[in-house]
């Protein structure tokens, strides 16, 4: 029998090198964490820099740096200015006897005056530049007067530019000591942080100036390293000034290092400019630097040297590990790292937002579900319940001491309950006088029949304003209920808006600005947040245009034919100074406009109309015009109108469902009026993507459509908003075309034609005689027209509106990307 062999190798050796690779990821990053550990926590870091700058020196004399940073590290990290101070007096003491006294002695003078200071009552950190420039100053000079006997005018001119440079530093170093003596995470460093910490770094190279391997000079070893990490991680303009800092410190040290700055500053420059390469085109850009610079020489010995010592910087870039790049980029801004982490930032919190709405949503949907449910159970138990307790005052005061109590209530239970409960009914109803057979059935039933019915009228007066009060709590929980799923509702879409991920998006903004910059338009950024069919959404930061209107008429143009559909530019906030950036927001444009015309005329030609109108642009890509007549005239009608009005515009601003919203405006009205003053409501809601229309009519007028010749009648049966609690909104819906007539009107010109019978045919045959199709000339005939049949009287409010719906003609024709590809979107 023959075996079948089967070779496993291959997958064997795929997962052990899997489990390999992760093995060494989770190593890595314990090693990560201890050294973190290591360097912040233990004070690794603080400890070498200090004794670094302990050795720091400017012209071979001034040591300005020392005290300033022990006095940093006293004031922001106390626990750790043991070893600080024994870092800096080891560096100091390295040098010579003379230089680690003079700073044990300014250390000593510090702590006195630091003492003295607080007889001042001003912030630690203010006050603290101030000291240390006295105790340098005081300390300096004591040193000179004990070692001469004598103070002249270069000495104090000494003293006090070492005094003066302690005084600069030390306000430096509060900037960047700590991002040295503390590892938490930050999103990015303030410019002026960058600054403070690349001459904090700059002053440490200065405590290696001597040291050296094989003829190698570590400062300028590790100067170089520096200018190649900034220029490769925030580009030319930071490796440059990099470059020029930290030459400037090393040069001070050193003058024979002059020629050091000029060569650290154009290998930045030409190190930031060849990033793209990658760590290879940095390290080429330094190279090339070195060797222009190392020309000026005199001898091919110090060009080698420079080229031996960049090749060593190179080397020290080349081992660096991404990840610890990456973390000072992270740091930097500008940079592509930093911009991710921001991003990432954004994100979270955009999470966390879109999270919150969420559950303020459900929220408000549980509420609303909550007062909906206990209203409904309240309306079908509360009937009973009420009749039941009704009775029962009525029996506490006329059946309690009656004699036959037991008889009426335990043995004729429901024949009693029955014979009261109809009397109630009957004051009810304003029958019971005319019901003689209960009256009578009742007087043989009861030996206080009249007793009885006399309470029973009492009590209802007291009962029938119970439940008036009860029904106004049970529609002012129905009132609470709807706003609140209305709310819920807005709060859930707002959550779905913040949550859209962008990420998606990424290559199509890089194919966006890819095209536009073939086309020889400049943009600095672009960002798509919506690429939806009529719901593009995408801002721009573009360069000063000075006005010429690049932005509408080039960049939009273009965008509509990439994208397929019109683009406009929905705002646009240009830069205050030439040399900033323009921030522009393109968005769909909407395929129809609307263009309103308005007639209207108060009763007997008075100021004041008991007709309101409003015509406004929804959030969601509606129109709506709207009209309201309140009951009656003057201005009692003219506020139930308007006050309709704008509660109608605030809810549906807020993005709530058209007939909620008018549920809501119905149920407000309807609680808060005492007398009978009522208002109607003729609603139209015009999508502007594809003209359909709703129409919502409360106890409104017909509205008309005008098709060329064709005229078409709107109509819907609904009450005046304010009679009832509850209703149901009748929606009509109507599919409206371009060059379409709307014309709305309330009763005074629907009815106000004198000996018409039929207005509706009247009204329909006027409007298919005119001859105009401008929206205001429309109103003003049709007004004309009504005035003219009541012999020029205006014997009610009359309001008229017309609408014109028309196709959105963009002002700019498309520019065609011939370099781009639709199909990538």
């Known amino acids: 029998m023959q075996k079948t062999e089967r070779n496993y190798a291959g997958p064997v050796t795929e997962v052990v090198f899997n489990r390999t690779k992760l093995e060494f990821s989770k190593f890595w990053s314990q090693v990560n964490i201890k050294a973190e550990k290591v360097m912040f926590e233990w004070g690794l870091l603080l400890l070498a820099v200090g004794f670094l700058l302990g050795r720091a020196l400017i012209l071979t004399k001034i040591m300005p740096f020392a005290l300033p940073f022990i006095a940093t590290v006293y004031m922001m990290k106390r626990e750790k200015t043991g070893i600080v101070v024994l870092a800096v007096l080891a560096g100091a003491f390295s040098i010579s006897v003379q230089n680690g006294g003079f700073i044990l002695a300014s250390i000593v003078m510090f702590l006195i005056f630091n003492r003295l200071s607080h007889i001042i009552d001003v912030d630690e950190f203010k006050k603290l530049p101030f000291t240390i420039f006295f105790t340098m100053l005081f300390t300096k000079l004591s040193m000179f007067y004990l070692l001469t006997k004598q103070l002249g005018s270069y000495d104090a001119l000494f003293a006090s530019v070492e005094a003066g440079l302690s005084f600069i530093l030390t306000m430096i170093f509060l900037q960047s000591v700590p991002l040295l003596s503390n590892k938490k995470n930050r999103q990015s460093l303030k410019t002026e942080e960058v600054i403070c910490l690349i001459i904090l770094l700059a002053s440490v190279l200065t405590g290696t100036i001597g040291w050296e391997v094989y003829g190698l000079s570590f400062e300028h070893i590790l100067s170089r390293y520096l200018v190649l990490v900034f220029a490769f991680v925030a580009g030319a303009t930071v490796g440059s000034t990099v470059g020029v800092v930290t030459g ?6 050193n003058v024979a290092s002059l020629y050091e700055m000029s060569l650290l500053a154009f290998s930045g420059l030409l190190g930031g400019l060849l990033k793209d390469g990658k760590k290879f085109g940095t390290s080429i850009g330094l190279l090339i630097g070195t060797s222009l610079i190392g020309l000026y020489g005199q001898n091919n010995q110090i060009l080698s040297v420079n080229l031996y010592e960049s090749i060593a910087a190179v080397l020290l870039f080349l081992l660096t590990p991404n990840v610890w790049i990456r973390k000072v980029g992270r740091l930097i801004p500008g940079t592509n ?14 999470d966390v937002t879109a999270t919150r709405v969420e559950q303020f949503s ?25 009749i039941d307790f009704f009775l029962s005052n009525v029996t506490e005061r006329t059946c309690q001491l009656c004699f036959k109590k037991e008889q009426c209530w335990a043995y004729q239970f429901d024949k009693t309950y ?10 009810e109803q304003g029958t019971l006088q005319q019901n003689t057979r209960l009256l009578r059935e009742m007087d043989k039933h009861c030996v206080k029949a009249n007793k009885v019915v006399d309470v029973i009228e009492q009590e209802y007066t007291f009962f029938q304003a119970n439940q008036k009060l009860k029904q106004q709590i049970r529609e002012s929980r129905r009132i609470v209920a709807e706003q609140l799923s209305g709310v ?3 709060m859930q879409n707002f959550a779905q808006e913040i949550k859209r991920e962008r990420e998606n998006l990424h290559i199509q903004e890089e194919q966006i600005l890819e095209v536009l910059k073939n086309f020889g338009i400049e943009v600095n950024q672009i960002e798509i947040y919506s690429l939806e069919q009529g719901n593009v959404d995408i801002d721009m930061w573009t360069p000063f245009c000075n006005g010429r209107g690049e932005c509408e008429k080039l960049i939009a143009p273009m965008l509509s034919d990439i994208l397929g559909e019109t683009i ?26 609307i263009e309103t015309g308005v007639a209207h005329a108060a009763k007997g030609g008075g100021f004041v109309s ?20 309140g009951m009656g005239n003057g201005e009692r009608a003219h506020y139930e109108s308007h006050e309709t009005l704008q509660l109608l515009r605030q809810i549906l601003q807020t993005g709530i469902e058209e007939t909620i919203a008018i549920k809501s405006v119905n149920s407000i009205l309807s609680l808060r009026t005492n007398d009978e003053v009522f208002s109607t409501l003729d609603l139209a809601i015009i999508d502007l993507q594809d003209a359909n ?39 009509v819906s109507e599919q409206l075309k371009a060059g379409d007539l709307l014309i709305m009107m309330t009763d005074g010109i629907f009815e106000g034609p004198k000996h018409v019978e039929n207005h509706d045919m009247w009204m329909k045959r006027k409007i298919s005689e005119l001859q105009t199709s401008d929206p205001q000339e429309v109103a003003d005939l049709i007004m004309e027209e009504v005035i003219r049949t009541r012999s020029g009287m205006i014997e009610d409010d009359m309001t008229v509106v017309v609408a014109k719906i028309q196709h959105n003609i963009p002002k700019w024709s498309s520019i065609p990307a011939l370099s781009y590809k639709k199909k990538a979107l």
Request: with cysteine.
């Open 568 to 593: 406009v530019v929905k705002r646009e906030e240009c830069a205050s100074y030439p040399q900033g950036y323009c921030h522009v927001s393109f968005g769909s444009t909407k395929a129809y406009v």
């Open 248 to 253: 400037l410190i090393l040069s001070l040290a």
């Open 488 to 490: 819920s509702q807005v």
């Open 693 to 731: 229309s709703k129409f919502l009519k409360i106890g409104s007028t017909p509205s008309f459509v005008k098709r060329g010749d064709k005229v078409i009648r709107i109509q819907a049966n609904n009450l005046p908003m304010g009679i009832i609690e509850d209703f149901e909104v009748d929606v």
């Open 362 to 386: 459900n929220v408000f949907d549980a509420l609303s579900k909550s007062f909906s449910q206990n209203g409904l159970y309240e309306e079908t138990q509360s009937e009973t319940r009420d």
């Open 337 to 350: 790292e930093n911009t991710v982490e921001q991003q990432q930032y954004l994100r979270k919190i955009r």
């Open 418 to 427: 029955d014979y009261m409960k109809g009397i109630m009914q009957g004051i």
């Open 610 to 629: 008991g007709d309101s109108y409003a015509t406004l642009e929804l959030n969601s890509g509606k129109y709506a015009v709207a009209i309201s007549d």
